[in-house]
C-alpha cells in the first residue's frame, strides 16, 4: 500500500538559512498534518491543511508557514533557522471522512539539522 | 485541550512473555479516538492499534490489545509473545475535536532475548 512520502530525508543547514520540507500524502487522504519531534521528545503538532485549507494551528513559529496545494501535497517552509529548530519533522495524512478523527499515518520523516 | 500521561519511562520483558504499557488522559470531548504508536530506533512512526472511544469492545491487532477504561480515563497497550522486533519507543495518543494528535512522552521498551 501507498504510504505518506517527505523529502528530503535529511537536511543540513546553516543559521539563519531557509528550508523547504515537502510531503506527498496516501492518495485520496485530504488532511496533511506537520509535527515536529526534537531529540527524546514527543511529536509536537504544528499545523494541518484539510482540502488545501488550513485546519489547526499548533506551536508553529512564525518563522515557518506551510501550504497544501493543488495535487494535495504540503510544504513546510523554515526561515531564519536556529539551532532549536533541529528535530524530526513528519508529515501524517488522514482521510476525514464523516467529520471526525481518522488515523493519521505518519511519514518517514525529515530529519533536519542546523548547524 | 487534551492531555496524555505514560507514567512508565522505562520497561523491559523476556521474549516470548506479556507486557503492558500503562497510558491515562484527560478530554472533556465527547467523541475522540485513542491511538498506540510505535517508534522504533529507525524513528518511524507506526500504527499499533486504535480505539474509539464510542466502542465498548477493546480493540485488538494480533498480539496487541488494549484495556479500555472510560470511566477511568485508561488506555493500557498489552503485548503478548514479545519480539526483539517489538523494541521500540511507544507513544500513546488522542485525537479529539480538532483533529491534531495529543501524544504522551513515551514508554521505552526493551525486549530481552
Known amino acids: 500500500a501507498a504510504g505518506v512520502i517527505q523529502s528530503p530525508r535529511h537536511l543540513i543547514k546553516e543559521k539563519r538559512e531557509t528550508a523547504t520540507l515537502k510531503c506527498y500524502p496516501i492518495p485520496r487522504h485530504d488532511t496533511v498534518y506537520w509535527y515536529q519531534q526534537g531529540p527524546g521528545q514527543d511529536p509536537q503538532f504544528l499545523i494541518s491543511f484539510y482540502e488545501k485549507m488550513q485546519s489547526d494551528k499548533g506551536s508553529i513559529p512564525d518563522r515557518f508557514s506551510a501550504q497544501q496545494f493543488s495535487d494535495y501535497h504540503s510544504e513546510l517552509n523554515m526561515s531564519s533557522l536556529e539551532l532549536g529548530d533541529s528535530a524530526l519533522y513528519f508529515c501524517?495524512?488522514?482521510?476525514?471522512?464523516?467529520?471526525?478523527?481518522?488515523?493519521?499515518?505518519f511519514g518517514p520523516g525529515t530529519r533536519l539539522l542546523v548547524l | 485541550a487534551q492531555t496524555v500521561t505514560q507514567s512508565q519511562p522505562e520497561m523491559s520483558v523476556q521474549e516470548a512473555e506479556t507486557v503492558t504499557l500503562s497510558c491515562t488522559y484527560d478530554?472533556?470531548?465527547?467523541?475522540?479516538?485513542l491511538f498506540w504508536y510505535k517508534q522504533p530506533p529507525s524513528r518511524q512512526m507506526i500504527l499499533v492499534i486504535r480505539q474509539e472511544a464510542y466502542k465498548q469492545q477493546n480493540a485488538t491487532e494480533n498480539r496487541f490489545s488494549v484495556n479500555f477504561q472510560k470511566a477511568a480515563k485508561s488506555f493500557s497497550l498489552k503485548i503478548s509473545d514479545s519480539q526483539l522486533g517489538d523494541t521500540a519507543m511507544y507513544f500513546c495518543?488522542?485525537?479529539?475535536?480538532?483533529?491534531?494528535?495529543?501524544f504522551g512522552k513515551g514508554t521505552k521498551l526493551s525486549v530481552i532475548p
Open positions: 495518543a488522542i485525537g479529539a475535536g480538532s483533529y491534531q494528535l495529543t
Open positions: 478530554t472533556s470531548e465527547n467523541n475522540y479516538y
Open positions: 501524517a495524512s488522514s482521510s476525514r471522512d464523516r467529520g471526525k478523527t481518522e488515523t493519521q499515518y
